[in-house]
C-alpha cells in the first residue's frame, strides 16, 4: 500500500492569477487543491481603489471552473495616494483581506508601488487600527545594493523601522529567502507573519546560474545561497506558528521568460502540494506539513481553517505537467530538478 497524507485543504498566501486569457488558465490549476488564496494586486494598472477589487473579483468568480470550491482573499495596491477610509472600508465590508506594499521598482509591475514611506503613515495607522495585514514585498531597490542582499538590508531600513514606528501593525514579511529574514520573524511577536514559497524551499541560486541560465527558476526576491535555502526549510518544517505557505506562483510566458530581458516569476500552482510533501517528508517533518500549508495561514489570518481535505500519496514519480497552454502562450510549470514521489490523489 502507497503511503498517504491527508490534510486539511490548504491555502495559498500569496498568489498571481493575472486576468483576461491568462487568468483563464491559470485560476483551475490552484483551485484544483486550494481553497483559499491571497491574490496579489499588481496589475496593469494595478488594483488600487476598493472599485477595482471588485470589479477583479468578479473576474476571477467568473473564470472560475463549474463546481469549483474557491475563494479568492483580495488585496489592494498600496500607493503614495491611497485613502486610509477607502482601505478601512474595503476591510470593514469584508472586501479585502490584506494591503499589499510594493517598495516602487522592485519587482513586476512595481512602478506604482512606495518611494516615500512617510508618504503611506496615515494608511499604515488606519491599518494598525484595524487589524488589516500588510503584505509586504522586502527588498530595497537601491541601486547599489546588492541584488542578493536586498531582502536583508529591507529589514534593517525599512521593515523593522516601519513596525516600531507603527505598533500593533500587522505584516506579512512575503516569499522570505534568507537565514537573516527566518532569524527576524523567529525572535519577533505574533505581529509579523512571513511566507514561504515551494520553490524557494527547492532551489538556490546555483539551479539558476550553473550548467547555463535557467530563466524559468528567476524569480525575485531570486534565490540565494544553500544556507538560505536550509535555514527556510527548517524554518518550514519546524511548526513555527507565524510561517506559512504562499506560494508567490506567477505564470509568465514562455517567450516573456525565455528572452534577453526575461520576466521573474516561477509558475508552481500546478505542482506545489506534491513538492512540499517532497520537501518535507525528506526533513522527515510529514507531520508539520499541515500546520505550514492549511492551519498557520488562516490564523494569522483570523479565518477559520477548511473543513475539507485533501490526500497526498507516496509512489510514482510525479510527471511535470506539459506546458500550460493560454491564451497568451504556453507557460512553463516548476519543476524542481529531481524526483518528486509525491502527487495529490483525484478520486
Ligand atoms: O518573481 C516574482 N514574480 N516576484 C514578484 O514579486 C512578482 C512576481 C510577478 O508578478 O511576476
Ligand atoms: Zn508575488
Known amino acids: 500500500m502507497n503511503q498517504t497524507l491527508t490534510l486539511r485543504r490548504p491555502d495559498d498566501w500569496h498568489l498571481h492569477l493575472r486576468d483576461g486569457a491568462m487568468l483563464k488558465a491559470v485560476l483551475p490549476e ?143 514579511m512575503e516569499h522570505i529567502t534568507t537565514a537573516d529574514a527566518c532569524a527576524y520573524v523567529k525572535e519577533s511577536d505574533g505581529s509579523l507573519g512571513a511566507t514561504i514559497t515551494t520553490h524557494h524551499l527547492m532551489i538556490n541560486r546555483n539551479h539558476i546560474l550553473v550548467g547555463g541560465i535557467k530563466p524559468h527558476y528567476y524569480c525575485l526576491p531570486v534565490a540565494k545561497r544553500e544556507s538560505h535555502r536550509a535555514a527556510l526549510v527548517e524554518l518550514a518544517t519546524s511548526g513555527f506558528e507565524h510561517v506559512f505557505l504562499g506560494t508567490d506562483s506567477a505564470p509568465h510566458t514562455q517567450a516573456n521568460k525565455e528572452c534577453a530581458c526575461g520576466c521573474a516569476g ?30 498557520n495561514g488562516p490564523a494569522f489570518y483570523r479565518l477559520p481553517p477548511n473543513e475539507t481535505t485533501i490526500t497526498l500519496e507516496k509512489g510514482q514519480v510525479l510527471e511535470i505537467p506539459a506546458p500550460l497552454e493560454t491564451g497568451d502562450g504556453p507557460v512553463i510549470v516548476f519543476d524542481p530538478g529531481k524526483p518528486v514521489l509525491w502527487s495529490v490523489r483525484r478520486d
Do not use: W
Open 266 to 295: 516561477v509558475f508552481s500552482a500546478s505542482v506545489t502540494m506534491p513538492c512540499l510533501a517532497q520537501v518535507f517528508d525528506e526533513a522527515g517533518a510529514l507531520d508539520k506539513l499541515e500546520a505550514f500549508a492549511s492551519l
Open 30 to 172: 490552484t483551485a484544483r487543491d486550494f481553497a483559499r488564496a491571497i491574490i496579489m494586486p499588481n496589475l496593469v494598472p494595478p488594483v488600487v481603489t476598493s472599485a477595482d477589487a471588485i470589479a477583479y473579483r468578479d473576474r476571477i468568480l467568473a473564470a472560475l471552473p463549474e463546481g469549483a470550491d474557491f475563494t479568492p482573499l483580495m488585496t489592494l495596491y498600496l500607493t503614495e495616494a491611497t485613502d486610509p477610509a477607502d482601505v478601512v472600508a474595503a476591510h470593514a465590508s469584508g472586501l479585502i483581506s490584506a494591503v499589499k506594499l510594493y517598495p516602487a521598482g522592485a519587482t513586476t509591475n512595481s512602478a506604482s508601488g512606495v518611494r516615500d514611506f512617510d508618504k503611506v503613515r496615515p494608511v499604515l495607522e488606519a491599518m494598525a487600527e484595524a487589524g488589516l495585514p500588510l503584505c509586504v514585498h522586502g527588498e530595497v531597490t537601491r541601486e547599489e545594493i546588492d541584488i542578493f542582499d536586498r531582502e536583508a538590508v529591507f529589514i534593517e531600513e525599512v521593515l523593522d523601522p516601519i513596525r516600531r514606528a507603527t505598533p500593533g501593525l500587522r505584516v506579512v
